[in-house]
C-alpha cells in the first residue's frame, strides 16, 4: 500500500492508498471518487450539503478562463513558484483552493521543467470544482477546506492561495521553514470595468496589511492586463466568479443583463512570503 499525501482530517494520521480508499491507522476511511480525487472534507465541518462553487459557477469560471485573459497571472504565479524551488528534488506545492485546477495544472506543467518529479496537489471545498480540476491525472487532489487541511505540519515546499481564504496559522503549520506561500489578491483597479457597469460609484480595492505571523514577507509583483468582452455570455461568466455575484442591486444586474460588450482592467498583485 502507498502512503498517500493526504493526512486523515479526523486525526491527522498518514493516510494509506489500497486503490479504492485511503485508510488511516485507526480505520477512518475516505473512498476514492472514480476521477481520483478523494473527499475529506468532515460532515461536521461542512456548512452546507454542497459547499463552495455550484456547478454552475464552476462552468462559468472554466468557460471565462479558457479565453485567455488570465493567462498573464497564470505565467506570473508558475514563473515565482519556479525561481524559488528550482533544481529542487521531489518538491511539494500545495494550491489551497485550487478550483477547477487552472493554476494548479500550470503548475505541474511548469515546476516538471525546473525540478525532479514534483509533487503538486491542490484541494478546494467544492466538490464541483474538484472534480473538474480531476481531469489533470498529474494532480493529487481533494474535496477539504482551508480552515482545516489535511496535510501533515511542515509538508509542504511552496503553497499558492489564488483569491482563496487566507488561514495564516493553517498555512504556516503546513509550509516547511524556509519554503515559500504565494498569496493571489486583486489590484486596486482589477475588475474597474466591470465595477462601472453595476454600481453608480464603484472604488477600487484596498491594498492591505501585508505582514502574517510566521512568515517574512519578501517581495510584491503586480501583474497588469485587460479584457474586451464582446457577448453578454462571457459577461456573465467573468460577473459569475467575482464576489459582485453576491451583492449587486437590482439596477446593477438589468444593466449586467443588457451589456453586450464590456472593456475591464485586470490585476493581480502576488505577494511573495518566506516561512520563518
Ligand atoms: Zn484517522
Redesign the pocket.
Known amino acids: 500500500m502507498m502512503e498517500n499525501i493526504f493526512?486523515?482530517?479526523?486525526?491527522?494520521?498518514p493516510?494509506n492508498d489500497n486503490g479504492k480508499s485511503l485508510v488511516?491507522?485507526?480505520?477512518?476511511s475516505f473512498d476514492k471518487a472514480s476521477q481520483g480525487y478523494v473527499h475529506l472534507l468532515t460532515s461536521n465541518k461542512m456548512n452546507s450539503k454542497l459547499p463552495g462553487d455550484s456547478r454552475e459557477m464552476v462552468a462559468a469560471r472554466t468557460a471565462f478562463l479558457s479565453l485567455g485573459f488570465y493567462h498573464p497571472f497564470r505565467e506570473g504565479l508558475c514563473r515565482i513558484v519556479c525561481d524559488n524551488l528550482k533544481g529542487k528534488d521531489h518538491p511539494v506545492i500545495l494550491d489551497a483552493g485550487c478550483g477547477e485546477g487552472y493554476y494548479t495544472s500550470e503548475l505541474y506543467r511548469t515546476l516538471s521543467q525546473c525540478c525532479a518529479d514534483p509533487v503538486v496537489c491542490g484541494f478546494d471545498i467544492s466538490k464541483f470544482a474538484v472534480k473538474a480540476a480531476a481531469r489533470d491525472k498529474n494532480l493529487s487532489l481533494s474535496v477539504a477546506s482551508c480552515f482545516d487541511i489535511p496535510m501533515a505540519d511542515s509538508s509542504v515546499d511552496a503553497l499558492t492561495a489564488v483569491f482563496s481564504p487566507i488561514v495564516p496559522e493553517e498555512f504556516a503549520r503546513v509550509v516547511k521553514p524556509g519554503g515559500i506561500m504565494v498569496l493571489a489578491v486583486a489590484s486596486p483597479r482589477h475588475l474597474m470595468g466591470l465595477k462601472q457597469l453595476l454600481y453608480d460609484t464603484p472604488y477600487e480595492n484596498e491594498r492591505r496589511d501585508t505582514d502574517y505571523e510566521g512568515f517574512r514577507f519578501e517581495s510584491r509583483t503586480e501583474i497588469l492586463t485587460e479584457a474586451f468582452l464582446k457577448d453578454n455570455q462571457s459577461i456573465k461568466n467573468l460577473f459569475a466568479m467575482t464576489p459582485y455575484f453576491w451583492k449587486t442591486s437590482v439596477e446593477g444586474s438589468a444593466r449586467l443583463a443588457a451589456a453586450q460588450s464590456l472593456y475591464t482592467e485586470l490585476g493581480f498583485d502576488l505577494l511573495l512570503y518566506r516561512r520563518i
Open positions: 493526512r486523515c482530517p479526523v486525526c491527522r494520521q493516510l488511516c491507522s485507526n480505520r477512518h
